[in-house]
């Protein structure tokens, strides 16, 4: 296909566009909310697994010391703890740094336990962290085993908790985005339908003079390959523009601080390219199932 | 150039519009198709352009099986002729160049080529200083020309007109047939369903008359035959 007649075929299928008036308004309305939906599902779910991989790695097993065991036992318990496979590094945190930090942690409420400063009831501890956050559990199990040790808590509940809550939500965010997109492809080809109908007689005669399927099909593949990207159009502003909003808000606010989300930039950009390419999918999807039925005439 | 050897079509409604179809047309001959109504030779017309195919028999075409050609070589068969329709069958969006000028882009033509050939046509049927208008702004005998022009505008070896005349006043029908003559002259090849006595009549052709799906006569110089 040469140039030109790609350039005629833009043509068309741009008078196409304006030719069809409110249809061409209501089947970009479709492909737009779709697409907004899309990025957001899109969004939220890709952030939901950064941040469980992220908690994941975080996550360090905690071992309680008896309180009955001396200087020396403490001391034997960490380089045993050290010798074991899979752990990098193994910190020491006395019952004082415990209870600061449990004081911390407890914000307003934590001034209560500041009476407990004189006869403190917490256990020394060890905090160990593994190569591979996966062997957690086996570490914390070996370390049990050992003696000198009171209990051992690990963390690793809450991120399995926080993978099968992505996990759920990854399903039902791909069962919501497939019925849009087929009902957004449904709305395209019927557009695109409503302009062969009443264009059915003209295809008639391109036929007669000569013209293959591929040459009366291009205008209408343009024209749904438009009405997509025209559909991507707002998506991509509400993204790039909601995503910064986001971004900026939970940086200013210290109390979700841990919350760390994927930086906007490539993130934002990355989210918009491939709604733009969903768009554009979408439309020549929808313009090829509606002309194919009409040319086997 | 055509020939067809036991050509015979059955629609699916059971209803035989061709029943044994033998005939040979060479090139730049001028035939005309006669016969009553529903005897066959639309049918016969639609043969040749592939819009029907044909239920048994051969039919032949430029030395090309026409009932072999697949879907998908359709397109470039109807480039090698020019159709021409009663009701004209013109794009009404178009202007009357981008008419003619469609024929040519289908066949990406370039830009210039097509300028050239397309004024040329024009001026052939005599329209050329009506190439801006649109087709509902001509005159029947005007549209018809037109038609014409983008029959030939490929320089096609045959030219197939299915009652070309049948919606023309007598006087406008002498102008057109006077184009289809000249373009004769210059060795195409030209097949006309007609119903018009006066035309076959006066100029003489070669005249195939079909009855009943069947050829009944095939003479040179041949009259009508039917009282009209």
Known sequence: ?297 | MILMKDVYKTYDNGVTALNGINVEIGQGEFVYIVGPSGAGKSSFIKLLYRELKPTRGTLYINNKDVSQIKEKDVPLLRRDMGVIFQDFRLLPKLSIYENVAFALEVIEETPRNIRKRVMEVLDLVGLKNKARFFPSELSGGEQQRVSIARAIVNRPKIVIADEPTGNLDPETSWDIMRVFEEINNSGTTILMATHSKEIVNTIKKRVIAIEDGMIVRDEHRGDYGYES
Do not use: C
């Open chain 1, 1 to 297: 296909m040469k140039a030109r007649t790609i350039k005629r075929h833009f043509r068309e299928g741009v008078k196409n566009i304006l030719r069809n008036g409110w249809m061409t308004v209501a089947s970009v309305g479709a492909v737009t909310v779709t697409l907004l939906l899309v990025g957001a599902f899109l969004g939220l779910i890709l952030n939901l697994n950064h941040m469980a991989e992220k908690i994941e790695e975080d996550v360090v097993v905690k071992v309680l010391i008896d309180l009955a065991a001396d200087e020396d036992k403490v001391l034997e318990l960490g380089q045993e703890i050290e010798k074991l496979p899979g752990v990098s590094n193994v910190v020491f945190s006395s019952k004082e740094e415990e209870l600061t930090s449990l004081i911390e942690s407890m914000g307003e409420g934590g001034e209560v336990w500041s009476l407990y400063e004189q006869e403190n009831p917490l256990n020394h501890a060890y905090i160990i962290k593994a190569d591979d956050p996966h062997e957690t559990q086996a570490i914390a199990v070996a370390v049990e085993k050992l003696d000198g040790v009171d209990s051992v808590t690990y963390g690793q509940e809450v991120a399995q908790n926080l993978f099968k809550f992505t996990d759920y939500a990854r399903t039902i965010g791909i069962i919501l985005i497939a019925g849009l997109v087929l009902t957004a492809i449904f709305l395209i080809s019927n557009t695109i339908k409503l302009t062969i109908m009443a264009r059915s007689r003209e295809i008639g005669i391109m036929k007669l003079v000569g013209a293959t399927n591929g040459f009366i099909r291009g205008p209408f593949f343009i024209e749904g390959f438009l009405l997509g990207v025209l559909g991507s159009i707002i998506p991509i502003v509400a993204v790039l523009g909601g995503y910064k909003f986001i971004e900026s808000s939970i940086s200013g606010m210290s109390s979700i601080g841990f919350v760390e989300i994927l930086p906007f930039n490539p993130f934002a950009w990355q989210l918009s390219l491939i709604i733009l390419l969903i768009g554009a999918g979408i439309g020549m999807w929808g313009s090829l199932m509606s002309v194919r039925k009409f040319l086997k005439v």
